[in-house]
């Protein structure tokens, strides 16, 4: 069973606007995708940048963690070296306090022989010149042995005192050399503590970095999904398009059972009535045309002729049997059937076979349209979807073209030759 004409047409416009505004959405969801892949990119390059500038910081980090630990060992040996020469600094110093208690000692001892001498020398000088010559030899040795006694005690002094003189000489050295270790061991510490600032402040830049790296990853798995979700709903939306062509199709196949059906329905009604309007009402002294279900026939039969292009009269012709409309265009007919006064402008309920007429004059056409009404808002014309002869909407010539609708008529064409 088949739908009315108006509601086939409405149908028709209906899925006609979705199938349109189907490719708009399409359209515009490709911009979203090619967008979408476009961000993409720029979040795969930015992912890439920040891994290069994450290892250049790591090596970085690394390089300064490596120094650190080199500044700590030496600030460690520096330590260990000023260690060393304060213990030998104390060691000389109690060499030296050592030497410096025997100096004291060997010069109290020489203080108390010297005093001893001395007391002794007066005291034998004085009993010499009393006692006389006998006793002189003896206490010359006395005196001679205390002179001795002091000069050997003056000796030891003198030693002791060298001695001294020079272990207070190699502990000054070893102060120095303890001074030098304290500064070089001050040197390290403050080299160290640089060091270890350098290195916290490169491990804090690759942590930034790695920060960095860690949003770029997350913009790229966002970006990652967006492209996903965008070629998911164009794909839905190409789907939805090409579910809905196959529905136009089928419509349109189904308008072209409709239609003809109506025509086989109409030129059935014509042939048990004996006769057609539409073949009937000629002009005076034209050749008879085909009938409609002829006209039909013939139609059918072409459907993909590509000999017709730009020749709708003639094909009009054809149809009805003519070799020839005997005018030049479509214009020039429907000019001479407006004159005869059988143009028809209600197109409410246009019969099949019926010639219908456009005006080419608003797209620049000189020449006009005709086509054959098929039924069901459907003809048959040149300019169809396959290039040649087949059925288009009775609206496209207007819709489509550029040229509107003028009316329709019967076989009118008192030039046409067999």
């Given at each position: 069973?088949?739908?009315?004409?108006?509601?086939?047409?409405?149908?028709?416009?209906?899925?006609?606007?979705?199938?349109?505004?189907?490719?708009?959405q399409?359209?515009?969801?490709?911009?979203?995708?090619?967008?979408?892949?476009?961000?993409?990119?720029?979040?795969?390059?930015?992912?890439?940048?920040?891994?290069?500038e994450?290892?250049a910081?790591?090596?970085?980090?690394?390089?300064a963690?490596?120094?650190?630990?080199?500044?700590?060992?030496?600030?460690?040996?520096?330590?260990?070296?000023?260690?060393?020469a304060?213990?030998?600094?104390?060691?000389?110093?109690?060499?030296?306090?050592?030497?410096?208690?025997?100096?004291?000692?060997?010069?109290?001892?020489?203080?108390?022989?010297?005093?001893?001498?001395?007391?002794?020398?007066?005291?034998?000088t004085?009993?010499?010149?009393?006692?006389?010559?006998?006793?002189?030899?003896?206490?010359?040795?006395?005196?001679?042995?205390?002179?001795?006694?002091?000069?050997?005690?003056?000796?030891?002094?003198?030693?002791?005192?060298?001695?001294?003189?020079?272990?207070?000489?190699?502990?000054?050295?070893?102060?120095?050399?303890?001074?030098?270790?304290q500064?070089?061991?001050?040197?390290?510490?403050?080299?160290?503590?640089?060091?270890?600032?350098?290195?916290?402040?490169?491990?804090?830049?690759?942590?930034?970095?790695?920060?960095?790296?860690?949003?770029?990853?997350?913009?790229?798995?966002?970006?990652?999904?967006?492209?996903?979700?965008?070629v998911?709903?164009?794909?839905?939306?190409?789907?939805?398009?090409?579910?809905?062509?196959?529905?136009?199709q089928?419509?349109?196949?189904?308008?072209?059972?409709?239609?003809?059906e109506?025509?086989?329905?109409?030129?059935?009604?014509?042939?048990?009535a004996?006769?057609?309007w539409?073949?009937?009402?000629?002009?005076?002294g034209?050749?008879a045309?085909y009938?409609?279900?002829?006209?039909?026939?013939t139609a059918?039969?072409?459907?993909?002729?590509?000999?017709?292009?730009?020749?709708?009269?003639?094909?009009?012709?054809?149809?009805?049997?003519?070799?020839?409309?005997?005018?030049?265009?479509a214009?020039?007919?429907?000019?001479?059937?407006?004159?005869?006064?059988?143009?028809?402008?209600?197109?409410?309920?246009?019969?099949?076979?019926?010639?219908?007429?456009?005006?080419?004059?608003?797209?620049?056409n000189?020449?006009?349209h005709?086509?054959m009404?098929?039924?069901?808002?459907?003809?048959?014309?040149?300019?169809?979807?396959?290039?040649?002869?087949?059925?288009?909407?009775?609206?496209?010539p207007?819709?489509?073209?550029?040229?509107?609708?003028?009316?329709?008529?019967?076989?009118?064409?008192?030039?046409?030759?067999?």
């Amino acid at each position: 069973m088949f739908l009315a004409q108006g509601a086939v047409e409405a149908r028709a416009d209906d899925l006609d606007d979705q199938y349109a505004a189907l490719q708009d959405q399409i359209t515009s969801s490709s911009g979203t995708v090619s967008d979408s892949y476009a961000a993409l990119d720029a979040a795969m390059g930015a992912l890439t940048a920040s891994r290069d500038e994450l290892s250049a910081a790591q090596q970085t980090a690394e390089k300064a963690e490596q120094a650190a630990g080199e500044a700590q060992s030496a600030a460690d040996a520096a330590a260990e070296a000023l260690s060393t020469a304060q213990g030998n600094r104390k060691a000389a110093q109690a060499r030296v306090d050592d030497a410096q208690t025997q100096v004291d000692d060997a010069k109290q001892e020489l203080g108390a022989v010297a005093s001893q001498a001395a007391q002794q020398n007066t005291g034998l000088t004085s009993i010499a010149l009393l006692v006389g010559d006998g006793s002189t030899s003896q206490i010359s040795n006395r005196y001679q042995w205390a002179n001795q006694s002091l000069s050997a005690t003056q000796t030891k002094v003198a030693a002791y005192q060298s001695a001294l003189d020079e272990l207070s000489a190699k502990r000054d050295a070893l102060v120095e050399a303890e001074n030098d270790a304290q500064t070089a061991r001050d040197n390290a510490v403050e080299q160290l503590a640089a060091a270890r600032e350098a290195s916290q402040a490169a491990a804090d830049a690759a942590a930034a970095v790695q920060e960095k790296v860690d949003a770029n990853q997350a913009a790229l798995a966002a970006a990652q999904d967006i492209v996903n979700q965008a070629v998911a709903s164009n794909d839905a939306l190409k789907n939805q398009a090409s579910d809905l062509a196959g529905q136009i199709q089928a419509r349109d196949a189904a308008a072209a059972a409709a239609a003809a059906e109506a025509a086989a329905a109409a030129n059935r009604a014509n042939v048990e009535a004996g006769s057609s309007w539409l073949t009937t009402n000629i002009a005076p002294g034209q050749l008879a045309p085909y009938s409609v279900d002829q006209a039909v026939a013939t139609a059918q039969a072409m459907e993909g002729d590509m000999r017709y292009g730009n020749m709708c009269l003639a094909l009009v012709a054809a149809f009805y049997g003519y070799s020839s409309s005997g005018v030049n265009s479509a214009t020039d007919a429907a000019a001479t059937i407006m004159a005869a006064g059988q143009m028809q402008y209600d197109t409410s309920n246009i019969p099949v076979g019926a010639l219908v007429w456009y005006d080419g004059t608003p797209a620049g056409n000189p020449f006009g349209h005709v086509a054959m009404y098929a039924g069901n808002g459907m003809i048959y014309s040149n300019g169809a979807a396959n290039g040649g002869v087949g059925m288009i909407s009775l609206d496209t010539p207007s819709a489509g073209w550029g040229e509107p609708l003028i009316g329709w008529s019967s076989v009118w064409l008192p030039n046409a030759t067999g």
